[in-house]
């Protein structure tokens, strides 16, 4: 038996220890193989980048954890540049089924970047009504919005000092899974108290939003784990994103030298085959 032969008869296991290897030595050490920062998500960055210390950010986290691979990249990244840039977030849900997650990821951030609950940032949590409730927030947040999260009345906190209305804001992302998301921000958002908007969004959806992108609807668009990945580069600081798209590209390279080399093993022994013929 050669040795193309020998290969070809490999045992599978093997093969499968491999490309799981692969997949998991990256996600513990990730190196940050080259990403190319695309126009869409250098326009979110850099709009947050350009507000003075003390601005208005609004963080709707719209998505549950079913999305937490893609999304919660996403939050983590915005969050540390918000915080670094000294901004005012606010941060809200309009998903029911997110709610805890998302005020962990924004307890979490403002924990590592040492901000204070209340005075560096709120969390609204969710309420009822959807469209409803942002046209709510839009002539009145003390309205829309009674107490926090914890019971807090929001009347009372620093962090909303001088923030009535959404016209108050200066910049809102919406980190989407769906409906309601980007668009609902846009339409009963937007349209109405004329704030700027950008987006963040699960891969399969992305294509969906990109009419919004170019209309210039909304002045930016964070796609999917490559887009939390690229906010990662952007910010300095590479966290799961990197690590999962490391993972990605790496296990995709082995099985495509794994399906050449077994191409090159089987060509090699079928020659060794006719050749074994022609001598009998």
């Not at 996600?27 to 990403?35: E, R």
């Not at 970047?113 to 839009?138: E, T």
């Not at 009372?156 to 910049?171: C, E, F, H, P, S």
Request: glycine content about 12%.
């Amino acid at each position: 038996m050669t040795f193309a032969d020998r290969m070809l008869r490999l045992d599978r296991r093997i093969i499968f220890l491999l490309v799981g290897l692969c997949t998991l030595i990256p996600l513990l050490y990730p190196v940050g193989l080259a990403i190319n920062i695309s126009s869409e998500v250098r326009g979110v960055y850099d709009y947050i980048d350009s507000l003075p210390e003390g601005s208005v950010f609004l963080l709707s986290l719209d998505f549950d954890p079913a999305s937490k691979p893609e999304l919660y990249p996403q939050a983590i990244a915005l969050l540390r540049h918000a915080f670094r840039k000294n901004l005012r977030v606010l941060g809200m849900t309009l998903w029911v089924s997110g709610t805890g997650m998302a005020e962990q990821v924004i307890g979490q951030v403002a924990s590592e970047m040492g901000k204070v609950n209340g005075k560096d940032y709120v969390f609204f949590g969710w309420s009822p009504g959807v469209s409803a409730i942002i046209i709510s927030m839009g002539q009145d947040l003390y309205k829309a919005f009674p107490s926090d999260y914890y019971g807090r009345p929001t009347n009372t906190l620093a962090v909303l000092q001088g923030v009535k209305t959404l016209r108050d804001v200066n910049y809102v992302v919406s980190l989407a899974a769906g409906t309601a998301g980007i668009e609902t921000w846009y339409v009963f958002g937007k349209d109405k108290y004329r704030f700027e908007l950008g987006g963040g969004c699960t891969g399969v959806i992305a294509p969906g939003l990109y009419p919004l992108l170019r209309s210039g609807q909304i002045n930016g668009l964070i796609g999917g784990l490559r887009g939390a990945a690229e906010y990662e580069v952007l910010v300095g600081k590479k966290g799961r994103a990197v690590a999962g798209m490391d993972a990605q590209s790496v296990t995709h390279f082995t099985i495509i030298i794994l399906v050449g080399l077994c191409n090159v093993f089987y060509f090699l022994s079928r020659s060794a085959q006719r050749r074994s013929e022609q001598h009998r």
